[in-house]
Structure formats: C-alpha cells, structure tokens
C-alpha cells in the first residue's frame, strides 16, 4: 500500500481509472442532455409567458391564457423553490411507489435536470426576451408578422445571443451539481468516487482527484462555449447597436 | 442560425432517444434484486476485481463482496433466481424496497422495533456484538469497561441503533451522528472523534486495513446493553413479501459454524488486505 498523497493518487488511478473516466461520462451525459430538454422547455415556457394579451383578443384566449401562466408559474416556483436533491428522492422512489414506473436511475436523472433546468431556464429566457428592444417586436407586428413568427425569427435568435452566457452558467452548474443524483443510485463521477474512497477509507485522496476531474469538465465547457459565443456573433462588421462585445471596449 | 437550430435540435433528440432507451428499468421475475451499502466491510464492499465470489454492481460501478453478498447468492441460488446487487445509499435502503426497487435489502440491518413498523424481517443471519474503534496510540487504547470512555468523544453511524447506545457511556461526549463507516474510520485516525460504534466483524476489518486503528472489546457483563434483535442482522423485505418463509427456510440451512466460516473468509478477502 503506498505512503504518500502522490503514492496514493497513483495507486487510485491504476485501480478506478476507468471507473473514474465512465463516471465523467455518465456526468457529461446526464448535464448535457438534461440542460438541452431544460433550455427546450425553458423556451417554451418563455414564449407563452410573453404572448401579448390586449383589448382584443378573445375572452376564451384570455382565460385558456391566464390559467396555461398559472400552471406554469406554479411549476416554476415549486422546482426552483425545493433542492433538486429532495426533487429526486420524491420523483425516483414516488413514481415506483404510486405510479408503478420502475425508472432507471439514469433515465431517473436526466428527467430531474431537465425539469428542474426548465423551471430556471425559464425565468432567464423570459428575461433575455425582455430585453429585446420593443422597437423589434413592433417592427415585426407592423410588416404583418404572427406571434410565432416574431419569436422564432425576430426575438428569439437575439434573446438566445444575450443570455449564451447564463445558459453557460446553467450548464456548468448542472455538470456539479449532478453529483446530488448519488442518492438515487446513478452511477456518475461523485458515486465512484465515494465507492473508492470507501473501499480505502482515502478520502482526501480520491476527492482531490474527483475535484480535479470535474474542474476539467467545466472549464473545457466554459471555453468551448465562449468560442461559440464568439462564432455567433459573427464578423464585428455587422454589430447591430445593441450587441456590444463581450471583451474590451464596448462601442455603440 | 435555422441550420444550427436544426443540428441543435436533431442531437438532443438522438442524445435523448439513447438516454431513454436506457430506461429499460423494471425487474424481471427470474431477479433477485438485493440492496446493499457496498461500503461496510467485511458484510458488504466494492472492489474493482472480479473474482468467483463477485457479483456484478447493477449499472456499474465494480463488484460486489463480502459476508451479505455471499448470503445473498445463498438465498438467490435457493429461490432459483439470478442475483442482482443494488448499490444504495443506507438511508435509502428502506424506500428502495418498499417501493419495489429492491427485493430485498441484505445490508447487514438490525431488525429493530422502529424498523419493524416500515418492512418484515427474516431470521437472524449474522449475531454479533457491539465494539468501540480507537486509535492505537490514543488515551483510550486500554480501555475495558464503559466507565473507561468517560470524557472520549463517540459517535456512530446516522440512523442505527448503534448511535443509540451511547449514551449508555457515563460521561461521554456524543459527537453528531456521521453517515458512512468510512467518513467515521476518517474522522477518528484525524483525531476529530476518540471513538465509534462498530459491530465486531467490522471492527476486526477496520484494525485489520487501517494499521493505526484497533478496538476495544467489552467482557461479558462490561459491555453495552443491548437486546438480541438489536445485535442481530437480518434480511429486510417488504411487508407481506410472498418470500419470506423460504427466505428463512435457506437461511435455516447455514450452520453457525459456516456462518463463523464465512464472515473470516470475508474479513480475509477485503481489498485492504493486499
């Protein structure tokens, strides 16, 4: 059995290398996914937040209308308002319990990241939307364009520019935080971690190493969305006045 | 943008439909799904080799060893079922086989009377007595009798009976419960706690792997008090599971001879001990 911190760190790797590395996948596979169902409801959920309601739209429009927010506010407020760890004790163990739906932890996982994603999602795509200029939507309106057209041509493709960053920023919390999803059995990075440690009894050890990993993952994530931050922004000939860069001197 | 969208939307769809194919969940009936900690050597650990006495961890992770392990392919074997080990979380042991997740959780659990209320217990596979691990050179090495621990800071695992026990020591300090054996093997080589509560079998384990370690062993009458279900261990189902007499009926079949047999054969294999 090795003596020192390096001895050991060595000796770990031998044994769970590639239990470490299948554990990384398992975390990159769940963030991933989970965060792109969650910005996917997120944006349907910021979409019907802001459907315009004016004098004239039909009573019917109005009332389906207030009750689809409401829903969707209670949904928000509820899976931003309980830790996502106690969301998946009740999801995992109640849907087997009284739904009878024998989910497999991973599946498990990536449906908890996902709605819980979409319930804060939701909030920053509603934000990003606010933020678009209201000159856009009007412009749109008055060349005849619907709602729909509007968002998804207009609106949307700016709003999506302006929050990149706090998708990011999901992103990269999603990738730790899927570390909580250990208690219903998923076997990601921080459960592999806690079988080694608890078969040596090394904790530090193995969760220097673990920390390690992890802060590989998010920092190639944070850099490989900054690129593509930068690629959507296209060649700075054609800033509109509203972009400003996101590095240096901001120029109008 | 529309192409990016397009491609953004085409590999989420193909990312989800592998993330949902692997939502094959659900037990057939020729399984014999077990729960176990996986972190409570010598009854239940995780090793990275197989060997002919592993089981497979379900969804990954390593193999699976130790005394539980062994008595669960005995019970398997006896039901004519194929043994699938269930890694989980001590306190989510109970929830995973009420709600069907699990068959069984061998996991070297006491029946106690709380427990009781929630699952069914089997017969008794495992009698064992209750031990106190210290450090070699602390002040409490030679202790022998419970007035010893007067002033020594003890703790024990969250949610067992064992942390229950403590108080039967005049004058200690109780330390808040901790959640595995590992973080409590931690906490005392690093001198945060003087002791923990340990059954003798993982005890024997703990000394055996962590050379600054070593336990303190109370003769008759000196000991903790405790009654016999609290130092027993038995299988844990759900209540009315259609099992349970046959569970008993196989477990009526390993002597107490082979189960001493077993638990030494499962100290002398843990990982540690290369």
């Known amino acids: ?252 | 943008m529309k192409k990016i969208t397009v491609l953004l939307l085409v590999i989420v769809l193909a990312v989800s439909a592998i993330g949902l194919t692997s939502c094959s969940g659900g037990s057939s009936a020729g399984e014999f799904r077990v729960g176990l900690e996986c972190n409570y050597a010598p009854f239940n650990w995780t090793q990275t080799e197989e060997s002919d006495l592993t089981v497979p961890i379900d969804g990954g992770g390593g193999y699976a060893d130790g005394y539980d392990v062994q008595i669960a392919q005995k019970i398997a074997d006896g039901l004519g079922k194929k043994l699938v080990i269930v890694k989980t979380e001590w306190d989510g042991l109970i929830p995973a086989v009420n709600s069907g997740k699990i068959d069984a959780v061998i996991a070297g659990m006491s029946p106690t009377a709380e427990r009781k209320e929630s699952v069914d217990f089997s017969d008794v596979y495992y009698v064992s007595e209750l031990v106190i691990v210290v450090r070699k050179d602390g002040a409490f090495a030679s202790a022998a009798s419970l007035s010893d621990f007067a002033g020594a800071k003890i703790t024990a695992q969250l949610n067992t009976f064992h942390y229950t026990v403590i108080d039967q020591i005049q004058g200690v300090e109780i330390q808040t419960a901790m959640d595995t054996f590992p973080a409590m093997i931690v906490a005392l080589q690093s001198g945060k706690i003087d002791g923990y509560i340990s059954e003798l079998p993982s005890a024997i384990s703990a000394a055996a792997s962590n050379p600054d370690l070593t336990y303190v062993k109370f003769a008759e009458g000196s000991g903790f008090e405790t009654s016999p279900d609290d130092v027993a261990v038995s299988v844990a189902v759900k209540k009315g599971y259609a099992d349970l007499s046959k569970i008993n009926e196989i477990l009526a079949g390993i002597s107490a001879d082979d189960r001493i047999a077993m638990m030494s054969d499962a100290v002398a294999r843990q990982p540690v001990n290369e």
């Open chain 1, 1 to 252: 059995m090795p003596d020192t911190f390096f001895g050991w760190v060595g000796f770990l790797l031998d044994k769970y290398g590639i239990m470490f590395l299948q554990g990384a996948a398992t975390t990159m596979l769940i963030a991933v996914v989970g965060t792109l169902i969650g910005f996917m409801i997120g944006l349907v959920i910021g979409i019907v937040r802001t459907v315009p309601l004016d004098e004239n739209s039909s009573l019917i429009k109005k009332i389906v209308l207030k009750i689809v927010r409401a829903i969707l506010i209670a949904y928000i407020e509820f899976f931003r308002g309980t830790p996502m760890i106690v969301q998946a004790m009740v999801i995992y163990y109640g849907a087997m319990q009284y739904l009878s739906w024998d989910m497999s932890p991973t599946f498990a996982a990536i449906f908890i990241i996902s709605i819980n994603t979409g319930a804060y999602l939701a909030e920053v795509v509603r934000g990003g939307i606010i933020s678009v200029d209201k000159g856009q939507t009007e412009a749109a309106h008055s060349i005849g364009m619907t709602h729909w057209q509007t968002m998804t041509s207009v609106v949307l493709p700016q709003a999506i520019r302006n929050i990149m960053p706090a998708l990011g920023n999901e992103f990269v919390i999603n990738i730790k935080d899927s570390s909580v999803l250990n208690v219903i059995s998923v076997t990601e990075l921080f459960f592999i971690s806690k079988s080694a440690a608890g078969t040596y009894m090394k904790y530090f050890e193995v969760f220097a190493i673990t920390c390690a990993i992890y802060f590989v993952l998010t920092f190639a994530v944070t850099r490989i969305l900054l690129a593509f931050e930068k690629k959507m922004d296209g060649p700075s000939n054609y800033d509109m006045y509203s972009l400003e860069e996101t590095e240096g001197i901001g120029h109008v």
